[in-house]
Structures are given as structure tokens and as C-alpha cells.
């Protein structure tokens, strides 16, 4: 039982390689972050102990009380990854490296405020809502340029890249389209030139899609469950704008 996290860790990584070389990608190239919200710190140890040293949270609340925690281990980084409230910004700002989901100006010029007042900089990327599901945060596709020229504006942050969460319960073919689109706005936010818009990091595939995600091009993948099982909190309590339930 106590090696369940070692073993998931195994086959993961083992998939990636798969994925890489499928698509004649280098292994190096593709990160592996553990998606440990609501995952009981027992097994962060179980995945730190196998090596493991990038974890990403959804909430600023959860990674407060964690970050402090874990700091017996010096090699970790910890990302945000999840909705993230402009009145929230202080303990991301604190402890997070790269923000995956700056989907507003709005929380652009919260987070910049906050590193001001800090005298730091941080890295980010725009979460786009490649799916055009309703329920889903992100910047829509078609106006995602337009957000990253108008974030770049601020010198405190600089844009790494685009995350998105793909179509679940979709087929593969859908799956792969949205990862399409995420590659395809990369491309042409690249060819702009904005200042401190670097756009090498693309951020997608969950634990259901990372395959797919690494064949079209992922450079961070984001896995939760196959690694740590189940969670008892539905993902809905983290994603949706409204819970209709
Ligand atoms: C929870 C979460 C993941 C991981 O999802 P799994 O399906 O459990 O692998 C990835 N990205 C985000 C933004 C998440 O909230």
C-alpha cells in the first residue's frame, strides 16, 4: 500500500517516455507536475521521497498551509494552478514560482501590485478556455493575444507560456483539438515580439490526457489522480464558475 504512489510515479513516467518518443520529443523536455490538492501529506512524502520535486496547488489557502510544511525539502517548487481570486494574491505571490491561470488583466495588475510592494517578479502563464465550455475559467481563444499584449504591460511579471485545461469526457479527437489550439496561439503570440513574453512553456494534459497533450506539444503535464487515487472533493469545487450542483 505505502509504495502505491512510488509504483503510480513508475508507470507515469514511464508513459511519458512512451509519449515522447512517439512524437520524437526529448524526455528532458516534458515537466511532470503532481496536481496535490486535497492529497494528504503522507503521500507528498511518498512522491518527494521517489524523487519527485515540482507539486502545484489549487487554492492560496491550501498552499499556505502546506508550503510551511514541506520545508525540510529544499529542491521543491510549488506552482498555482488553480482559479485564483485578485483579493487571494499575497500567499501565491509568497510561495508559488509560476502562476498558471492569470485569465484577467485584472488579476495581472493584482498580482503586479502585490510584487511591487514585495520588490519581486514572478512567472506566469495565461490559462485559455480552449474547450469554450461555459463552466470553465480561462481567457477565450480569440481574445487571449489581446490579454498577453496587455499583461506584458506590466514589467513585474513575465509570460512563460498558455495553460488549458482540455474537453473532458470528450473523444481523443476533441481532446487533441484543444491542445491544437493552445500550440496554435503560442505560434502567433510568439511572432509578436511583446516585451517579456517568452511563450516556450505550454501547460496542459491531466491524468486522463497527458499522452496526447505531450504529442502535441506539452512542456508541463499536470497529474493528480493516477498518481494519488481518487479525491474526495469533485474537481467542480475547483474549476467552475458556478456550481450548479
Ligand atoms: C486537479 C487538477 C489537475 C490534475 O487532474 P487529474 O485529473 O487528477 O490528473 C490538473 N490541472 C488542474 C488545473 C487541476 O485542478
Given at each position: 500500500?505505502?509504495?502505491?504512489?512510488?509504483?503510480?510515479?513508475?508507470?507515469?513516467?514511464?508513459?511519458?517516455?512512451?509519449?515522447?518518443?512517439?512524437?520524437?520529443?526529448?524526455a528532458?523536455?516534458?515537466?511532470?507536475?503532481?496536481?496535490?490538492?486535497?492529497?494528504?501529506?503522507d503521500?507528498?512524502?511518498?512522491a518527494?521521497?521517489?524523487?519527485?520535486?515540482?507539486?502545484?496547488?489549487?487554492?492560496?489557502?491550501?498552499?499556505?498551509?502546506?508550503?510551511?510544511?514541506?520545508?525540510?525539502?529544499?529542491?521543491?517548487?510549488?506552482?498555482?494552478?488553480?482559479?485564483?481570486?485578485?483579493?487571494?494574491?499575497k500567499d501565491?505571490?509568497?510561495?508559488?514560482t509560476?502562476?498558471?491561470?492569470?485569465?484577467?488583466?485584472?488579476?495581472?495588475?493584482?498580482?503586479?501590485?502585490?510584487?511591487?510592494?514585495e520588490?519581486?517578479?514572478?512567472?506566469?502563464?495565461?490559462?485559455?478556455?480552449?474547450?469554450?465550455?461555459?463552466?470553465?475559467?480561462?481567457?477565450?481563444?480569440?481574445?487571449?493575444?489581446?490579454?498577453?499584449?496587455?499583461?506584458?504591460?506590466?514589467?513585474?511579471?513575465?509570460?512563460k507560456?498558455?495553460?488549458?485545461?482540455?474537453?473532458?469526457?470528450?473523444?481523443?479527437?476533441?481532446?487533441?483539438?484543444?491542445?491544437?489550439?493552445?500550440k496554435?496561439?503560442?505560434?502567433?503570440?510568439?511572432?509578436?515580439?511583446?516585451?517579456?513574453?517568452?511563450?516556450?512553456?505550454?501547460?496542459?494534459?491531466?491524468?486522463?490526457?497527458?499522452?496526447?497533450?505531450?504529442?502535441?506539444?506539452?512542456?508541463?503535464?499536470?497529474?493528480?489522480?493516477?498518481?494519488?487515487?481518487?479525491?474526495?472533493?469533485?474537481?467542480?469545487?475547483?474549476?467552475?464558475?458556478?456550481?450548479?450542483?
Amino acid at each position: 500500500m505505502s509504495h502505491l504512489v512510488e509504483e503510480n510515479l513508475k508507470a507515469v513516467r514511464q508513459q511519458m517516455a512512451l509519449a515522447c518518443q512517439i512524437s520524437g520529443r526529448k524526455a528532458e523536455d516534458v515537466k511532470l507536475l503532481l496536481a496535490t490538492k486535497t492529497v494528504p501529506l503522507d503521500k507528498l512524502h511518498m512522491a518527494i521521497n521517489a524523487g519527485e520535486t515540482l507539486f502545484g496547488e489549487n487554492k492560496a489557502q491550501e498552499l499556505g498551509d502546506k508550503y510551511p510544511l514541506m520545508q525540510q525539502y529544499n529542491q521543491l517548487q510549488w506552482h498555482f494552478i488553480g482559479h485564483l481570486q485578485s483579493n487571494k494574491v499575497k500567499d501565491v505571490v509568497k510561495y508559488a514560482t509560476l502562476v498558471h491561470s492569470v485569465d484577467r488583466l485584472r488579476l495581472g495588475e493584482a498580482l503586479h501590485k502585490q510584487l511591487l510592494k514585495e520588490n519581486k517578479t514572478m512567472d506566469i502563464l495565461v490559462q485559455v478556455n480552449t474547450s469554450y465550455e461555459a463552466s470553465k475559467f480561462g481567457a477565450s481563444p480569440e481574445l487571449t493575444l489581446e490579454l498577453v499584449e496587455q499583461l506584458s504591460h506590466y514589467e513585474t511579471l513575465t509570460i512563460k507560456g498558455l495553460m488549458t485545461i482540455g474537453k473532458l469526457n470528450a473523444t481523443i479527437e476533441e481532446t487533441r483539438s484543444c491542445f491544437r489550439l493552445l500550440k496554435t496561439l503560442q505560434a502567433q503570440i510568439k511572432e509578436k515580439g511583446f516585451p517579456r513574453v517568452a511563450m516556450d512553456e505550454l501547460s496542459m494534459g491531466m491524468s486522463g490526457d497527458f499522452e496526447i497533450a505531450i504529442e502535441e506539444g506539452a512542456t508541463i503535464i499536470r497529474v493528480g489522480t493516477t498518481v494519488f487515487g481518487e479525491r474526495y472533493l469533485p474537481d467542480r469545487q475547483y474549476w467552475q464558475k458556478q456550481s450548479n450542483a
